[in-house]
């Protein structure tokens, strides 16, 4: 990625230049630095932005997929249905508001609880992806403040060539498959529009491949 590229290309340069370092060449790696803590802001906000995409589909499929198939199946229960006729069939006023009140906190805790079930996931996987890349960015400022101070010091800087480059081990395919893993769970459970069997076993998968992609990190 783009903080890759900067680092190796900016490592290589300097790590080939002689012992006689030009104050420039310093000025030029503490720039570096500054940059590489810019990067890192700009991709944790690109990666809480997706999670916060990602969480918005769940909701919509909560709402218009999940609730209503919910809503059906809880009403359609002998003891609901029935006690749903006798408030209908009731000019009582005070009886359908009593029902009413009674039976919408249930509904909601119901769609509270499976929303924090689809959510919390993601967020887990979000966590992670962040502390991945938090760790990527710290091993790149551990290297760009050694390699600072060697050339401060201009000392040895040949010798350290190898050892340096091998310092850079930054590899970024596990946060990127782990990102197309969730789309792809994302994808597949708003895909689903069938039965609410289906729906609720759709959401158990989307579960369990979330899980596993966290614990692949």
């Known amino acids: 990625m783009i903080k890759n590229n900067i ?63 919910f809503a059906k199946n809880f009403f359609s229960s002998p003891e609901i249905e029935n006690a749903w006729d006798e408030v209908i069939s ?14 919408g906190p249930v509904l909601q805790r119901k769609i509270n609880s499976k929303r924090h079930e689809l959510i919390k996931p993601l967020e887990d996987l979000e966590k992670t992806i962040e502390r991945k890349i938090r760790q990527a960015y710290n091993r790149a400022y551990a290297v760009n403040n050694s390699l600072t101070s060697f050339l401060v010091s201009a000392s040895e800087l040949t010798e350290n060539r190898d050892r340096y480059i091998n310092m850079l081990g930054i590899s970024d395919s596990e946060i990127t498959n782990a990102i197309n893993s969730a789309d792809s769970a ?29 614990n692949q990190l």
């Open 7 to 69: 680092i190796i290309l900016a490592v290589t340069f300097f790590l080939q230049c002689c012992a006689s370092v030009p104050r420039e060449t310093v000025d030029l790696s503490i720039e570096l630095g500054n940059q590489i803590s810019y990067i890192e802001d700009s991709h944790i906000a690109l990666l809480n932005k997706y999670f916060t995409e990602k969480r918005n589909q769940i909701d919509l499929f909560i709402m218009n997929e999940w609730t209503p198939l």
């Open 90 to 103: 009731s000019n009582d006023m005070n009886e359908r508001l009593d029902f009413i009140v009674t039976i």
């Open 186 to 214: 994302v994808d597949e459970l708003l895909s689903i529009t069938k039965s609410v069997d289906e729906k609720v076993k759709a959401a158990e998968v989307y579960k369990n491949q979330i899980e596993k992609i966290i």
